[in-house]
């Protein structure tokens, strides 16, 4: 995998290159009509397939993203191809920059994810796909919105089995991690594949009060 903005930059410059458009993420397509309204924010977006889906002009869709990323030139293409939907996009130079977004479009903001600080209670979604920094799980719950929902996906140590995909451990999950780092979280949809890739999916919902548990007691 790659270990520098540069080595990213080849990386999506040369996919950009053989790949035209790319489907978001199988979690987020399946399950986006469970996403709470609200702003987004897209963790390591890469080229943007899933920010383009949630922020379409589609009546469904819409939203507001704030996309990050390592990489210039994945920015460079998801500006590009977000203008050539239009889609309104802009350039942003810190990831609290817009506290209360009202328009649908993306907000791009390049950035190294290991150094970053997230703004508590800020997203109503979350997304971290294909991305694993679990120094960052604590700040993801935090900057989820009471009743805001994160969508996690990425490889598992089974990866290790099949072509593609990290090679560090360190950069995989373990079995059965991704159900337990947010204990913070209340589980709405948990699954792990080994077909052709070892992949583990969560989807998890912060609750929207931190006493409803006691209340209902």
């Not at 989820?144 to 996906?153: A, H, K, Q, V, Y």
């Not at 991690?177 to 052709?196: D, I, W």
Request: net charge neutral.
């Amino acid at each position: 995998m790659p270990s520098s903005p540069s080595e990213w930059d080849a990386k999506h410059g040369l996919a950009a290159n053989e790949v035209a458009a790319e489907a978001p993420a199988g979690i987020l397509t399946e399950l986006w009509p469970l996403l709470p309204a609200g702003p987004v924010l897209d963790l390591a977006c890469g080229r943007g397939r899933n920010a383009l889906f949630l922020a379409g002009n589609g009546a469904k869709h819409g939203r507001h993203v704030t996309a990050v990323d390592w990489s210039g030139a994945a920015l460079d293409i998801l500006e590009e191809r977000a203008k050539a939907q239009n889609i309104a996009v802009r350039r942003i130079q810190r990831i609290d920059e817009t506290k209360t977004p009202a328009r649908a479009g993306i907000d791009l903001l390049q950035v190294d994810l290991e150094a970053a600080a997230l703004p508590a209670n800020r997203f109503s979604v979350i997304l971290c796909v294909r991305y694993l920094q679990r120094s960052l799980f604590p700040q993801i719950s935090r900057a989820l919105r009471p009743g805001g929902m994160l969508l996690f996906e990425t490889y598992t140590r089974a990866q290790l089995d099949f072509s593609g995909g990290p090679r560090d451990p360190a950069h995989l999950l373990n079995t059965g991690e991704l159900r337990r780092v947010f204990p913070e979280l209340e589980t709405v949809f948990y699954r792990e594949l080994r077909a052709e890739q070892g992949i583990a999916s969560l989807a998890a919902q912060k609750p929207r009060s931190e006493n409803r548990h006691q209340n209902a007691a």
